[in-house]
């Protein structure tokens, strides 16, 4: 980064982590997300199944409820969500922080 980017060192690091964390994201989910969910629909469609209309899809949602503890039913979901409910929240927590100690940290790291 250019000295006069106006980013401390501590800072451009963070962005760099911050670029360096969604890039890796993105990968994974181009790699392994999209192509899960992709088989799935084609796996129903296959079988036939039908897409649901919008309040179809509304109603289907707001009266299908099956709880279960039982990890395989969540093996193909577990990676993403662990990726998204702790790495993307404490991320945006972050960038919140440092955006709100934004006078501070020119003052402390300078």
């Known amino acids: 980064m250019p000295a006069d980017a106006g980013i401390p060192g501590a800072g451009a690091w963070a ?4 670029i360096v964390g969604i890039a890796c994201f993105l990968a994974f989910l181009v790699t392994v997300d999209v192509p ?12 036939g199944n039908r897409l ?7 109603h289907d949602v707001s009266t299908r409820w ?5 990890i395989a039913h969540w093996k193909g979901e577990l990676t993403w969500m662990f990726l998204y409910f702790t790495a993307a929240v404490w991320s ?3 960038l919140c922080a440092l955006y ?10 300078a």
């Open 92 to 94: 945006s927590l972050a």
């Open 66 to 70: 099956v709880v279960t503890h039982d």
């Open 100 to 109: 709100a100690m934004e006078g501070y940290l020119t003052r402390y790291l």
């Open 52 to 58: 649901l209309g919008f309040l179809e899809g509304l």
């Open 15 to 18: 962005l760099i982590a911050g």
């Open 36 to 47: 899960m969910y992709l088989s799935r629909w084609r796996a129903g469609h296959e079988e």
